[in-house]
């Protein structure tokens, strides 16, 4: 019930940034867990960060202090601002989302029950 599409990867250098941003087309954001998780060629998908329905957000340790997730309720648009980003960083990201969950953290990122196409992101040294 709950559509989500994602825009803004592309290709970027070492130490550039980039914005991702998720789109709800069909109903609006309300307080309720959202994220992002990656997922890599022959890698296993990893949380990436997550926005509960108080607003409070989590992160992976390898992305503390370099991405920013945030919501904008009146746009029914979920952002992720990625700063100094590396190489390791390359993956197709996708915007995720759960209405039965109110708190969570990066961890339950994978499991919840809602998720885009994605978007992917390349950076090359």
């Known amino acids: 019930q709950v559509d989500l599409v994602e825009s803004g990867g592309g290709s970027v250098q070492a130490g550039g940034s980039l914005r991702l941003s998720c789109q709800a087309s069909r109903y609006t954001y309300s307080n309720y867990c959202m994220g992002w998780f990656r997922q890599a060629p022959g890698k296993e998908r990893e949380g990436v960060a997550a926005?509960?329905?108080?607003?409070?957000?989590t992160y992976a340790d390898s992305m503390k202090g370099r991405f920013t997730i945030s919501r904008d309720n009146t746009k029914n648009i979920l952002s992720l601002e990625m700063n100094s980003l590396k190489p390791e960083d390359t993956a197709m990201y996708y915007c995720a989302a759960d209405p039965s969950l109110w708190e969570c953290g990066v961890e339950r990122t994978l499991r919840f029950g809602y998720w885009g196409q994605g978007t992917q992101v390349t950076v090359s040294s």
């Open positions: 926005i509960d329905g108080y607003g409070t957000t």
